[in-house]
């Protein structure tokens, strides 16, 4: 999957206006498991970790700001429709290459700049993947633009 990201076409840089059905059942699922009490809204602290489990780097500021413009009758939550809009707002606005490396870095453990067969099988075993060093040679092979074994991220 991240290898078949590191080929997307780097001259695509308008920015999409509709999130995907993927991404919107990820927004939904995400909100109804911290919606522990079923009453539609969540609070403060479930804001932040529904924020963060949807990868969102957001700090305390982020999270009041947030319940802040959207908290209009004093509840201290934020209904799912608000955090529908909120998140959406967000997704659209990630920046797709800032993204990619992100993800690169979550492979590259060692900073390398590359992905090697023992990143790549680390990050498969890690998600649980059961693949042979052969099926991974095989992903490599297919983004080694120098033919050293190695996939290497392009610099920005």
Same mark, same amino acid.
């Given at each position: ?36 009490? #079923? +009453? ?16 969102? +780097?957001? #700090? ?97």
């Amino acid at each position: 999957l991240m290898l078949a990201l590191l080929s997307v076409d780097k001259t695509k840089k308008k920015k999409r206006r509709e999130l995907t059905e993927e991404q919107k059942q990820e927004i939904k699922d995400t909100f109804e498991l911290f919606d522990t009490d #079923k +009453d539609r809204a969540i609070n403060y602290h479930q804001l932040k970790v529904a924020m963060r489990a949807l990868g969102f +780097d957001v #700090k305390k500021a982020d999270v009041l700001k947030i319940l802040k413009d959207y908290d209009r009758e004093s509840t201290g939550k934020i209904t799912f429709e608000d955090f529908n809009e909120v998140v959406t707002d967000w997704i659209l606005d990630r920046d797709p290459l800032e993204e990619i490396l992100k993800a690169f870095k979550l492979f590259d453990d060692d900073d390398s700049g590359k992905i090697s067969l023992r990143n790549l099988r680390r990050v498969a075993r890690e998600l649980g993947e059961n693949m042979s060093d052969e099926e991974l040679r095989g992903m490599i092979e297919e983004f080694d633009k120098d033919g050293d074994g190695e996939s290497t991220c392009w610099k920005i």
